[in-house]
């Protein structure tokens, strides 16, 4: 094949795009987000998914309407131990089962979005002359996707301060439920389906769907102490599953303004209904704040790199949420700061419309047309999958 010119059998048949991400539910949301987003645009198109075998993606993937591929999990050891000098054969043998899965797809494309799964694709698609986009989620760049871009990777970021030369800034890649929402159109709707009345002031708590122990005892406290009714709010507290808050006699919490619920299907409920939100900041939640338009108080995790709180930066700075430590957030705090701020009609409607002003509602799309555009240019470019 010349050079800038494309096979009479390539260009007969539909792109392929395989995506490669895992671990968590913030890498392989955006992932979904895309492989949609490709979807809409080329009903055609192979979409093929790339995993360990121990991730969430196991679950979600599938669910999602996508099979998944598999490869091993190579963990970086933080350390010196044996398991160091094994390194090198896992990373090669993790590589060979990458290549593998690129030739059988005859990929035009692969995309990571960050996880241990990301890096050996990474290598084998540089090894395979296929070109290769990245997805960064998280405000602190992951190793996986800083590799991605050392091997020549196109790299997109959800936040506009994260730190990874040559990026663009697109958003985050999210569910179309959530991108697209409504919140003044859903809300009787949404309270309707928390059991909430329309006219409540209403505070919606969640520590994400594993729960966050310390907003919970917080939580807990001021609702059993009965502020919440005294503060003339509601507050409905998901709680996560297994995370059940309970009494000193071991039943489930009960008191007035207050209800707990372990899941809500579909967070875009619980953005409509609530006049406030307090949450972790990771990066997909901080993202649909933006997106959604929703005021929120936002807890980074106390421990770890520091990533959730460099997440919820451009928000903060935006004037859409407000930050509190993790120490900070006490029963008090939610008396003195945060039952006052869901009463505020008008500082809630000034944080909602600086929200939405740092929101990206179309990362999807976005990606997408990066992703096709380098399957085109690839297919150009007549490289050699040998």
Known sequence: MN??????????????VVLAGG?????ISPMIAIADAVRRSRPDARITMVGTPSGMETRLV?????ALETIDR???PRRLSADLAKLPGRFSRAVRQAAEIIRAAEADVVVGVGGYVCTPMYAAARRLRVPIVIHEANARPGLANRVGRALG???????ASTPLGGADHVGMPMRREISQLDRAGRRAEARAALGADPQERLIVVTGGSSGAASINRAVAEF???GRAAEAGVRLIHITGRGKEVLDPAGSP???PGYAQRDYVDGMETAYAAADLLVAR????????????GTPAVLVPLPHGNGEQALNAHDLVSAGGAILVPDDEFTADFLAQTVAPLARDEDRLAEMSRAALTSGVRDADEQMAARVIAAAEAGRGEGRSRA
Not at 3 to 16: F, I, K, M, N, V
Not at 62 to 66: F, M
Not at 153 to 159: D, E, I, P, Q, Y
Not at 281 to 292: H, N, P, R
């Open 3 to 16: 050079h800038g010119q494309t096979a009479p059998e390539d260009r007969a048949r539909p792109l392929s």
């Open 23 to 27: 671990g968590t539910a913030g890498h």
């Open 62 to 66: 599938p669910a999602a309407g996508y």
């Open 74 to 76: 190579v963990p970086m």
């Open 153 to 159: 990777g196109s790299v997109a970021v959800a936040f």
């Open 223 to 225: 609702a059993s102490s």
């Open 253 to 255: 919490l009960s008191a």
């Open 281 to 292: 900041s990771g990066a997909g939640t901080v993202s649909e704040l933006a997106a959604t």
